[in-house]
Structure formats: C-alpha cells, structure tokens
C-alpha cells in the first residue's frame, strides 16, 4: 500500500489521503527522492526494487529529483483538510514542497447593476392544451383455435415385481 501511495505521489505530484497514510508514506517518498538525487545505477535499482513501477522511477530520476537538487530535506509536505463525512477520518494533501501549487479560488462574477425599471405585465404565453381521451380497450372476439395433438408420453417400463422365490430366498437367509 505504501509503495503505491508513494507511485501516486510521483505521478501525480498531489495526493488526498488520511493523514495516517500520508504520515507513513512520507519517509518513504522523501527517501526515494534522496535516491533519485544521486544519479546512480544502484540507487535506481534500488528505488524500482521499493517502487516496483519502471515508468515511476523514470520520472523520479527524470522530474522530481532535479527540482529537488538543492534542498537538504523536507520535500513533502502535508496539507490538513478536516474530517470525512463518512467515518470522521482526518483527510489531508500530500504533496511535493517544490511543486507548483494549484490554488483554487473563486472569482465573484460582476454582476450588472440593477435598473429600477417599469414593471412589466407578464408576457402570456399561447399554450395549447390537448385533451385525449382514454377509451375503453375494445374486446376482439379471439376464435379458438384447436390445441394441435400432443405426442404420446414414453411410457415407462416398471419391473416386475420379485417373485415370491425370490422374497423366500431373502427370507431363508
């Protein structure tokens, strides 16, 4: 789970999760961002041996890591939203601290002034109504037709009854 909360991370460079996940992931995303900053073959063998996800450690090595190249520590950072409605969990963003920040704001849309104008009488609209009747379904006098003949059933062939030598046979023993 961690490994691929830590997949999610580098791709997506933004993830929602409770905060437990995201306190757990945290070490492990910073410690393969330290991997990615050393350039190295073993140190990328190493990060798909944790990540498991070849095109995940490429952009590791290839995006994440270069931002990264002059901090010491602290790449992550984790953004507290408030509890789920379902279960009350604490929710959160985990997030890389370089990364461009998405803000979301809302923008008041101007609103025309109000003019003090004539009341109007409301416009009628010509409508039509129509009326449809509902009728009585009329009965069809249906002609019955003859069953077409049945096949006669196999008839089953019961076995005879034992015979009375052989029920004395039964009972001699």
Known sequence: ?????????????????????????????????????????HARRTALAVLRQANIVKILFDQVAPRAATRKGGYTRIVKLGQRISDAS??????????????????????????????????????????VEKKAPEKVATEMKPAAPRKPAAKKVAKPASTETESKEKAAD
């Open 90 to 131: 604490e929710m959160c963003f985990i997030e890389w601290v370089d990364s461009a920040t998405e803000v979301e704001t809302a923008t008041p849309v101007a609103k025309a002034p109000k003019k003090v104008a004539e009341k109007k009488a409301p416009e009628k609209v010509a409508t039509e109504k129509k009326v």
């Open 1 to 41: 789970m961690l490994s691929n909360l830590a997949c999610s991370l580098i791709e997506h460079s933004r993830i929602k999760t409770t905060l437990a996940k995201a306190k757990a992931v945290k070490p492990m995303g910073e410690k393969m961002v330290t991997l990615g900053k050393k350039k190295t073959l």
